[in-house]
Nanobody, 122 residues
């Protein structure tokens, strides 16, 4: 069992930066691949980034590649999403999730946080 709690969302102007954090409970955090997803009103949940259990492999959606960076600190049971050069279209609720494998398919993630709102103003 893994419980996930996101933080770090907020309101930022276009071009600004935010860093999201996702704190996990449980001693097995390092066994899970972690992902970030987002969902805007009226849209489907969208893959943003994923990272392998050891942090050696990372994957990004084309829409965020070069602007967002996913990382993790297994000693702190935390995964991060550094978001730079934010655009209004990045506005969404951002969720972190845990999976037994690195994947961009949200159906493969069995554990989810409650989400944190990110709003980018133009």
């Amino acid at each position: 069992q893994v419980q996930l709690v996101e933080s770090g969302g907020g309101l930022v102007q276009a071009g600004g930066s935010l860093r999201l954090s996702c704190a996990a409970s449980g001693r097995t955090f390092s066994m899970y691949a972690m992902g970030w997803f987002r969902q805007a009103p009226g849209k489907e949940r969208e893959f943003v980034a994923a990272i392998s259990w050891g942090g050696g492999r990372t994957y990004y959606a084309d829409s965020v590649k070069g602007r967002f960076t996913i990382s993790r600190d297994n000693a702190k049971n935390t995964v991060y999403l550094q978001m730079n050069s934010l655009k209004p279209e990045d506005t969404a609720v951002y969720y972190c999730a845990a999976s037994s494998r690195v994947t961009s398919n949200f159906r493969d993630y069995g554990y989810w946080g409650q989400g944190t709102q990110v709003t980018v103003s133009s």
